[in-house]
């Protein structure tokens, strides 16, 4: 149910803001979690979230104390069970994977070519990982070439096979990602470029790296987690560690709020996690950003996150523009 009202809302914010001049459109899901089916007390709580959904009651970030308890319990048994899954055949134990649902409805919005489904991102059956990485690439035709590769997290988070799910489009690689959150900025930042410098070479031709996603990094200086480092900070990682070829790196979508962490969404608790990211070559003619905008809902119905929405034109002298959605 959560993933058709998902699915629903995009498709139609898609609909009516994506042009015939656009050259490509492109959307990044977040947190659209898969897991294997030999655990049925994550199916049934998954039931009943979208039980209390339907009462109209309560919302993404809105549900009662005594669900939160029982999540928390559920994630401590499907860690303790994964042991007990590698024994069994994956022939056996099937997959839940709500993407399916979320690509139907957006490729009747015009994006049909998706990558991430079919347990692209979870691990092999003999690691010890419950979810895949969330994360779900549409676009308007098809990649070149696609794939994922993981952040091998650590912690409380080795449960959660993060990582980069990446498509090529002649020269451009679009990278789609949601950062950990229980290691340092430092660390995260180190980590994701190593994931680039792994994926850059098996794309040639690539002049312009356009990165999405949740980077739990604020764009907000200072930020509002003194613990946690701006995306600044990550602009410089990756003009100092990709190689001297690539001189540039932009952040697309400015400062914009899109996330509040409680349900009346009050202004003093919006913070900016989630970003659109421009790394070019040396010699790539600048972009230009048409328009940014985030679309609130403010029921919580869906997320906690507003919808980024980034319009633009890599290439000035082309006159492309290109449609992001995040």
Same mark, same amino acid.
């Given at each position: ?96 994977? =709500?993407?399916?649902? !979320?690509?139907?409805? @957006?490729? $009747?919005?015009?994006? %049909?070519?998706? #990558?991430?489904?079919?347990? &692209? +991102? ?107 480092? =701006?995306?600044?900070? !990550?602009?410089?990682? @990756?003009? $100092?560690?990709?190689? %001297?070829?690539? #001189?540039?790196?932009?952040? &697309? +979508? ?73």
């Amino acid at each position: 149910h959560g993933a058709k009202l998902v699915g629903g809302h995009l498709a139609e914010a898609v609909h009516t803001r994506s042009t015939p001049s656009h050259d490509l459109i492109v959307a990044c899901v977040q947190e659209a979690w898969a897991f294997r089916c030999g655990q049925p007390w994550a199916t049934l709580l998954r039931a009943l979230q979208d039980a209390l959904l339907r009462t109209g009651r309560y919302a993404g970030n809105h549900e009662p104390w005594w669900i939160t308890i029982l999540a928390y319990f559920v994630i401590f048994l499907m860690a303790v069970s994964q042991v007990l899954l590698v024994l069994v055949p994956d022939r056996y134990c099937g997959l839940y994977d =709500p993407k399916a649902r !979320l690509a139907k409805k @957006l490729a $009747g919005a015009g994006l %049909p070519h998706a #990558v991430g489904l079919g347990g &692209l +991102s979870l691990k092999p059956h003999h690691a010890p990982c419950t979810l895949d990485s969330g994360v779900l690439l549409c676009a308007s035709r098809p990649a070149d070439a696609s794939g994922f590769v993981t952040f091998g997290l650590s912690g409380a988070e080795k449960p959660l096979n993060k990582g980069v799910i990446w498509a090529h489009f002649g020269e451009v690689l679009v990278c789609c990602t949601h950062f950990g959150f229980t290691t340092s900025s430092y660390e995260r930042c180190r980590v994701f470029c190593s994931v680039l410098r792994a994926v850059l070479p098996s794309n040639p031709g690539v002049n312009q790296v356009l990165l999405l996603g949740d980077f739990n990094m604020s764009s907000i200086c200072p930020p509002p987690n003194p613990d946690s480092l =701006p995306v600044v900070a !990550l602009l410089d990682f @990756l003009e $100092g560690s990709l190689g %001297p070829e690539w #001189v540039s790196a932009e952040l &697309l +979508s400015g400062a914009a709020p899109t996330y509040w962490p409680l349900p009346s969404y009050p202004e003093d608790s919006a913070d900016a996690l989630d970003h659109i990211i421009l790394v070019q070559r040396d010699g790539v003619e600048s972009a230009r950003t048409i328009s940014v905008e985030v679309l609130v809902d403010t029921s919580c119905a869906f997320s906690d996150h507003g919808v980024l929405v980034v319009d633009v034109q890599l290439s000035v002298a082309r006159g492309v523009p290109i449609l992001l959605w995040l």
